[in-house]
């Protein structure tokens, strides 16, 4: 069973880019499918980003352009790299991982969850 650690997020202006990091114990993400979610103030959780573990990505429309995800084998690791932040971007930030190929973000075909990282963007 893989556990997840989440890390990186911070305080930013707006126009500033923060990296978040999913760290995996207890297993590899080979075979994996690894999202990032978001859940604002008063929001409900929405989707951000996915990884396939053969390399295929997905991008909501608010993280289109802006958000890159990307892994790092050797570390275990998948990264969100975020920029160009807006204050609609701020939320508490959850990576996920999922068995197999996953094409959706409703969350509920992830199985395994990290705590969550907050984002602070400032005007």
């Known amino acids: 069973e893989v556990q997840l650690q989440a890390s990186g997020g911070g305080s930013v202006q707006a126009g500033g880019s923060l990296r978040l990091s999913c760290a995996a114990s207890?297993?590899?993400?080979?075979?994996?499918?690894v999202g990032w979610f978001r859940q604002g103030p008063g929001k409900e959780r929405e989707g951000v980003s996915y990884?396939?573990?053969?390399?295929?990505?997905h991008y909501t429309v608010s993280a289109k352009g802006r958000f890159t995800i990307s892994s790092d084998n050797a570390k275990n690791t998948v990264y969100l790299q975020m920029d160009s932040l807006k204050p609609e971007d701020t939320a508490v930030y959850y990576c996920?991982?999922?068995?197999?190929?996953?094409?959706?973000?409703?969350?509920?075909?992830?199985?395994?969850w990290g705590q969550g990282a907050q984002v602070t963007v400032s005007s």
């Open positions: 990884l396939h573990s053969d390399g295929g990505t």
């Open positions: 207890g297993d590899t993400f080979e075979g994996y499918t």
């Open positions: 996920a991982a999922g068995v197999g190929v996953i094409a959706t973000m409703t969350g509920y075909e992830y199985d395994y």
